[in-house]
T-cell receptor, first 119, second 114 residues
Framework: NAGVTQTPKFRVLKTGQSMTLLCAQDMNHEYMYWYRQDPGMGLRLIHYSVGEGTTAKGEVPDGYNVSRLKKQNFLLGLESAAPSQTSVYFC??????????????????FGAGSRLTVL | AQSVAQPEDQVNVAEGNPLTVKCTYSVSGNPYLFWYVQYPNRGLQFLLKYITGDNLVKGSYGFEAEFNKSQTSFHLKKPSALVSDSALYFCAVRDMGSASKIIFGSGTRLSIRP
């Protein structure tokens, strides 16, 4: 049982290049999230998804796109990378259900992170 | 809008002494509150959560947190610190009425000296 797997773990890009980060989960969780972690800024929510085929903007969505074509995968795309997008990216999942008050308090399961450097 | 504040970037404590890591929050409704810990080069791990009920919540590794509604705070505590507690700690909040988003604080680096 792998839990949450992020690929790649490391990547160096040049300004203007594009790339996609993949988050894969085998826990059948409904909710998936992409966060970025920067020194002194903590974790900031980029985009999230409450189910297959749905996505929504978080706190810092600009410059990123996401897709959730399959329940188990949540892709984060950078169409034209900028140095300001140098960061560590974390994917997280949980099994929350909007109609279930107890399940809304479920905890997040995180991937190990993807370190992206944009030169 | 939801928000979380961790006013201290770093907390330094001697081993064996009690520790407190502060967190205040803001939500429009009632909150779910969480503490997570991050060790170097790892993802975040869950420590404890508050949903409802007893204001003192006990979690992993001897940590506990006290929910104070009037002060909108959820401070993390431990009676006796260990060197192995040194890590980055994050407070997070989820609005009960808007369950989809979880917002994290900026993190507090806890350093325990022998």
């Amino acid at each position: 049982n792998a839990g949450v797997t992020q690929t790649p773990k490391f990547r160096v890009l040049k300004t203007g290049q594009s790339m996609t980060l993949l988050c894969a989960q085998d826990m059948n969780h409904e909710y998936m999230y992409w966060y970025r972690q920067d020194p002194g800024m903590g974790l900031r929510l980029i985009h999230y998804s409450v189910g297959e085929g749905t996505t929504a903007k978080g706190e810092v969505p600009d410059g990123y796109n996401v897709s959730r074509l399959k329940k188990q995968n949540f892709l984060l795309g950078l169409e034209s990378a900028a140095p300001s997008q140098t960061s560590v990216y974390f994917c997280a999942t949980d099994s929350s259900a909007l109609r279930d008050r107890v399940k809304r308090a479920n905890v997040l399961t995180f991937g190990a992170g993807s370190r992206l450097t944009v030169l | 809008a939801q928000s979380v504040a961790q006013p201290e970037d770093q907390v330094n404590v001697a081993e064996g002494n009690p520790l407190t890591v502060k967190c205040t929050y803001s939500v429009s409704g009632n909150p779910y509150l969480f503490w997570y810990v991050q060790y170097p080069n790892r993802g975040l791990q869950f420590l404890l959560k508050y949903i409802t009920g007893d204001n003192l919540v006990k979690g992993s590794y001897g940590f506990e947190a006290e929910f104070n509604k009037s002060q909108t705070s959820f401070h993390l505590k431990k009676p006796s610190a260990l060197v192995s507690d040194s890590a980055l700690y994050f407070c997070a909040v989820r609005d009960m009425g808007s369950a989809s988003k979880i917002i994290f604080g900026s993190g507090t680096r806890l350093s325990i000296r022998p």
